[in-house]
């Protein structure tokens, strides 16, 4: 597992709200930064890194799904690329280990959707004109958008969800607890009148 890559770090979660984003960033050594991206399932991922200097930085890079199951993992490498599908819904994130001795710069460029894919290659496979590319890019950014608002639904549903059985729960419980006072009340009050009543009080 790449837990083993280095000792135990604070990692720092950046989420991304864009489709598509580039960062410069600074990684101590015995340290992890990891980006987070919140994806719909069926989603494309592109990332690309670059570690300088690469002649001193040791970079180890693991990208996990939202269970924590391990998607890629790159070792050592000063310079690479990961291109990935999301199989589940939720936040995909990738964590950046320094096992050197000494800081390290790290450029990252994230794309996710529609921004995420290759037209160019998708151009040449399929003999696309210019105009029927532009088409193509439209269609899978209308595709994207939708599939990320049906995403955000099923967030907002499952949210919702929650929250009604927390309050039926913290109802109950009030209730239930209210029925407890008014037991041990009414217990209280029998006890003193017999207690008082044995003493002649009354």
């Known amino acids: 597992m790449a837990t083993g890559m280095a000792p135990p770090t604070l990692a720092v979660v950046v989420l991304l709200i864009g489709a598509a984003g580039a960062f410069q960033f ?3 050594p015995s340290r992890t930064r990891c980006i ?6 069926g989603d ?6 670059k570690v300088s200097p690469p002649q001193a930085g040791v970079i180890n890079m693991i990208l996990t799904d939202p269970f924590q199951k391990e998607l890629t993992q790159k070792v050592g490498e000063p310079e690479s690329s990961v291109v990935v599908t999301s199989q589940v819904a ?25 921004s995420a894919k290759d037209y160019d290659a998708i151009a040449k496979k399929e003999n696309l004109k210019p105009l ?33 059985s927390t309050n039926g729960r913290v109802l109950y419980f009030s209730l239930f607890s209210m029925g407890i006072l008014v037991f041990l009340g009414t217990w209280q009050l029998y006890y003193l009148h017999k207690f008082f009543k044995t003493k002649k009080m009354l």
Do not use: W
């Not at 494309?44 to 890194?49: I, Q």
């Not at 439209?138 to 955000?152: F, I, P, T």
């Open 26 to 28: 600074e990684v101590q």
């Open 44 to 49: 494309v991922l592109r990332m690309k890194y």
């Open 132 to 164: 029927e590319l532009e088409l193509r890019r439209l269609e899978d950014l209308v595709v994207s958008v939708h599939s990320e608002m049906q995403y955000m639904r099923t967030r907002e549903q499952a949210h919702r969800n929650t929250n009604e």
């Open 90 to 114: 939720g936040e995909h994130r990738a964590c950046f280990f320094n096992v050197g001795a000494i800081p390290v710069t790290l450029d990252l460029t994230m794309s996710a959707g529609a």
């Open 36 to 41: 987070g991206e919140d994806m719909p399932k």
